[in-house]
């Protein structure tokens, strides 16, 4: 494997990011998220799949034209007619495309009219197409082999390379087990072992990996949080009328609601995913005349500002919730010192609180911000327990003794307290 010098990384910080279009890509701290159904099958199809993603965090399109099929009678995919489909998408809805190309002789074909070549798992070590896959500067999205090891999978992108195409990204697809209840068995540490070992992207296809559309969601957010940089789903309009791969198809719904749910894990991981393409188009429309960069620049920041700003009103609300309880603690403390006829103002303990508050931040100047706030909430604290005090006092013209007794309890009053309008009977 040593030899993969193209592939493997030459400083532990390498990373390639892979162009997919002028605003895809692969590899950075956003996310590549690719939906589509395994087969190409109507332009109807097609249609409701694009306009439905295009309002999600979904860059591209994925769909196969020409299917490796395990039986020779199954549908063979649509060929020309589906790339013609794709591309229409492709320009309607402005998201990439992303599908199978299978031999040498249909390379030019798709490479035509797709944006992304894939690999499929079958073809992995189709050396002659890996070559020829070399002499493009297509990205080309390398699927690991149904029972390629690691180093296979590695030695498969070299060939590409040394060919004299950078841009591959590859594809963990789960791998052959014993255990046929699930499709495949996705390999995460693959992925962990890929991203330390080479300097490409890695995404996930958790579609063919479980086989079963209850189980994609889950490993969808697990390849997230081991650090895949996107992901690869089958979903479909009516997923049980999918021509091919029907078990594993996810509704466009449940397609929405899986990538929805991937922003906190996103967020833990340093990654962020995508603006929904239909968002992107608005924000280059409102902010500039063409879809500049720094158009869309300048979306991004102001979403994300508005993100970051969720997150402080939230944490204020945390504290203010917290200073209520504090200042109900002073109402208690007003009361007690009544009782013992203390003063309200105590200096010794105001020092200790605020030593305490400058000393439980984890760096200098924090520690005397955090000071400064506090002598706000104290002056505060302190203005509340003279007010409960001056409210204590406030009686009745009339008073009996055993209310006052009772009084004096709840409300500390002390009888050298009791203004002389007030008689006690
Ligand atoms: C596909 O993505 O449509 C496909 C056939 O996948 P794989 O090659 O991983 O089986
Ligand atoms: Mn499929």
Do not use: W
Request: glycine share 6%; charged share 25%; hydrophobic share 45%.
């Amino acid at each position: 494997m040593k030899e993969a010098k193209l592939t493997l990384k030459q400083q532990s910080d390498q990373q390639t990011v892979v162009s997919i279009s002028d605003t895809v890509r692969c590899g950075g701290r956003e996310l590549l998220i690719v939906g589509g159904p395994c087969t190409v099958e109507s332009a109807e199809q097609i249609e409701a799949v694009a306009s439905r993603l295009s309002q999600h965090p979904i860059q591209a399109l994925r769909g196969g034209v020409y299917k490796p099929r395990t039986s020779p009678y199954a549908f063979q995919g649509m060929g020309k007619a589906g790339l013609d489909i794709l591309e229409r998408a492709r320009n309607k809805y402005g998201m990439p495309v992303i599908t199978e190309v299978m031999s040498v002789e249909q390379l030019p074909e798709v490479a035509a009219q797709a944006d992304v070549l894939q690999v499929g798992s079958r073809n992995m070590q189709n050396f002659e197409l890996l070559k020829a896959l070399g002499t493009t500067t297509k990205p080309i999205l390398l699927k690991r082999g149904l029972c390629a090891t690691i180093e296979e999978l590695i030695m498969a992108a070299e060939y590409v390379m040394a060919s004299g195409n950078p841009n591959v990204i590859l594809c963990e697809r789960g791998i052959r087990s014993y255990d046929s209840f699930t499709r495949n068995v996705l390999d995460l540490g693959a992925v962990v072992a890929l991203k330390q070992l080479t300097h490409l992207p890695v995404i996930v296809d958790p579609s063919h990996a479980a086989g079963k559309r209850e189980l994609v969601a889950d490993l969808a957010r697990a390849a997230i949080a081991c650090g895949a940089d996107g992901l690869i789903i089958e979903c479909h309009p009516e997923p049980e009328k999918s021509v091919s791969d029907a078990r594993q198809a996810l509704s466009l719904d449940d397609m929405a609601a899986l990538v929805g749910s991937l922003e906190l894990i996103a967020q833990a991981v340093g990654r962020t995913l995508p603006l929904p393409v239909a968002r992107r188009a608005q924000a280059a429309a409102v902010c500039a005349p063409a879809e500049s960069e720094t158009a869309l620049v300048q979306f991004d920041a102001v979403a994300r500002l508005a993100a970051a700003r969720a997150n402080i009103d939230a944490i204020d609300q945390e504290i203010c919730a917290l200073l209520q309880k504090r200042m109900a603690c002073g109402t208690e403390i007003a009361e007690i010192k009544a009782i013992g006829d203390l003063p309200v103002k105590d200096t010794g303990r105001e020092v200790i609180v605020l030593t305490n508050v400058r000393e439980s931040a984890s760096d200098v100047e924090i520690g005397l911000a955090l000071e400064a706030i506090y002598k706000t909430v104290i002056a505060e604290s302190v203005k509340l327990q003279k007010r409960v005090l001056a409210e204590s006092l406030k009686l009745p013209p009339q008073i009996s003794k055993q209310t006052l007794h009772k009084l004096s309890r709840v409300r500390a009053l002390r009888p050298n307290r009791i203004a002389s309008s007030t008689t006690v009977i």
